[in-house]
Nanobody, 125 residues
Framework: QVQLVESGGGLVQAGGSLRLSCAAS????????MGWFRQAPGNEREFVAA????????YYADSVKGRFTISRDNAKNTVYLQMNSLKPQDTAVYSC??????????????????WGQGTQVTVSS
């Protein structure tokens, strides 16, 4: 079992920044890939970013590329999402997820085994 707890969400003005954190426990953190997804009201959950086990490879949705940065600290069992130049359309509940299996596609929800409860990010115009 893997437990994931997000933090760092909140209300920010357009153009501002937030850093989300996701603390993991229960298994060796470096043994799984990590991802961030978001879900706005009335929308399906969508991929935001993912990072490989070592942190050496990252993936981003086109909508956040150049503005968001995913990173991980395996010594602290934590993955981060630095969000800059935020836009109102970034408003959503952001959730982190852990993918334990090898060879899965990290840009879809199917690849993930465990999910956090989510943290709200609201960007005002």
């Amino acid at each position: 079992q893997v437990q994931l707890v997000e933090s760092g969400g909140g209300l920010v003005q357009a153009g501002g920044s937030l850093r989300l954190s996701c603390a993991a426990s229960g298994r060796t953190f470096s043994s799984y890939n990590m991802g961030w997804f978001r879900q706005a009201p009335g929308n399906e959950r969508e991929f935001v970013a993912a990072v490989s086990r070592s942190g050496g490879t990252t993936y981003y949705a086109d909508s956040v590329k150049g503005r968001f940065t995913i990173s991980r600290d395996n010594a602290k069992n934590t993955v981060y999402l630095q969000m800059n130049s935020l836009k109102p359309q970034d408003t959503a509940v952001y959730s982190c997820a852990a993918a334990l299996r090898f060879g899965v596609v990290l840009t879809t929800t199917d690849g993930y085994n465990y999910w956090g409860q989510g943290t709200q990010v609201t960007v005002s115009s």
